[in-house]
Nanobody
Framework: VLVVESGGGSVQPGGSLTLSCAAS????????MSWYRQAPGKERELVAA????????KYSDSVRGRSTISRDNAEHRMYLQMNNLKPEDTAVYYC??????????WGQGTQVTVSS
């Protein structure tokens, strides 16, 4: 099982980024997946989650209305589009999947920095 994030970077407040998570080693289309983030000195927190079929999503209050989680099951990829970024969105963003028979898997993270 492998999940690898990409797409982070440095942007100014109000900017946008789209994060991508490439997954392999499991049946992607049946696995709910999530994005988490961890800011310096803070605990890791759930940002957004999506069902295996992509027909249901949920968001944290901090990003709801500014972010969209999606997935492409044919490409084994999950995305997080973030708009109107704020300095408080600065964090390392992680892709996460829990597999019933195998356990929890995290990517290495991708840094998002929002600063003027």
């Amino acid at each position: 099982v492998l999940v690898v994030e990409s797409g982070g970077g440095s942007v100014q407040p109000g900017g946008s980024l789209t994060l991508s998570c490439a997954a392999s080693g499991f049946t992607f289309s049946t696995a709910p997946m999530s994005w988490y983030r961890q800011a310096p000195g803070k605990e890791r927190e759930l940002v957004a989650a999506i069902t295996g079929a992509g027909d249901s999503t949920k968001y944290s209050d901090s990003v709801r209305g500014r972010s969209t989680i999606s997935r492409d099951n044919a490409e084994h990829r999950m995305y997080l589009q973030m708009n109107n970024l704020k300095p408080e969105d600065t964090a390392v963003y992680y892709c996460y999947v829990h597999l019933t028979s195998l356990g929890d898997y995290w990517g290495q993270g991708t840094q998002v920095t929002v600063s003027s």
